[in-house]
């Protein structure tokens, strides 16, 4: 079945660094990539995401490009806050999205002043 | 303003009880979801639903029931048959055009506590 890795954290980082989140995924033809946030206590929130081969989502000053040759969709941000401190979930979803999403286990980001 | 709400945010229930958990959106959504999260895990896919009085077992819906009687409500029973069903409960929605569904939505959870 379809499986998604995420580097295990919390990656810890301080204020203005760069942050690389790997995601990598195993799904035949060709899912949607999703990142989503989760901030303590709370659902989640859809950060970006990439529908094929080579798009480019971003928001908030992420980015993620999704890679079909290494199967991958690494989330990327060029100077974090602390406000960015959260978990992070990869996700990938099948035909059009209709059986629901498969999701990684999360990365924990904390970001330090 | 258009949400998806669950209710109660914190619940929690003696060993044996069913209980219902629920959840309301008014996205005029077609389709609905419900994950169960636990620490350290991702979220994994206990229900969903399509079309209103229509629903499939998601990944994990051993001890899990659902209903569909209208668009905007989806509850999720957990029954006495669930092993273990201490976790963080998430409900979303999506909608289609056409067979494709667009990024989900995520209510704000609901906590349950088996004592």
């Known amino acids: 079945g379809d499986s998604v890795t995420q580097m295990e954290g919390p990656v810890t980082l301080s204020e203005e660094a760069f942050l690389t989140i790997n995601c990598t995924y195993t799904a035949t033809g060709y899912p949607s990539l999703f990142w989503y946030v989760q901030y303590p206590g709370e659902g989640l929130q859809l950060l970006l995401k990439?529908?094929?081969?080579?798009d480019k989502g971003s928001n908030k000053g992420f980015e993620a490009t999704y890679r079909k040759e290494t199967t991958s969709f690494h989330l990327e941000k060029g100077s974090v806050q602390v406000s960015d401190s959260a978990v992070y979930f990869c996700?990938?979803?099948?035909?059009?999205?209709?059986?629901?999403?498969?999701f990684g286990k999360g990365t924990h980001l904390i970001i330090q002043p | 303003d258009g949400g998806i709400t669950q209710s109660p945010k914190y619940l929690f229930r003696k060993e044996g009880q069913n209980v219902t958990l629920s959840c309301e959106q008014n996205l005029n959504h077609d389709a609905m979801y419900w994950y169960r999260q636990d620490p350290g895990q991702g979220l994994r896919l206990i229900y969903y639903?399509?079309?209103?009085?229509?629903?499939q077992k998601g990944d994990i819906a051993e001890g899990y029931s659902v209903s569909r009687e209208k668009k905007e409500s989806f509850p999720l029973t957990v029954t006495s048959a669930q092993k273990n069903p201490t976790a963080f409960y998430l409900c979303a929605s999506s909608d289609a055009d056409g067979d494709v569904y667009n990024e989900q939505f995520f209510g704000p959870g609901t906590r349950l506590t088996v004592l």
């Open positions: 996700a990938l979803s099948q035909r059009g999205g209709a059986d629901g999403l498969t």
């Open positions: 639903s399509q079309i209103v009085n229509d629903f």
């Open positions: 990439a529908t094929k081969a080579d």
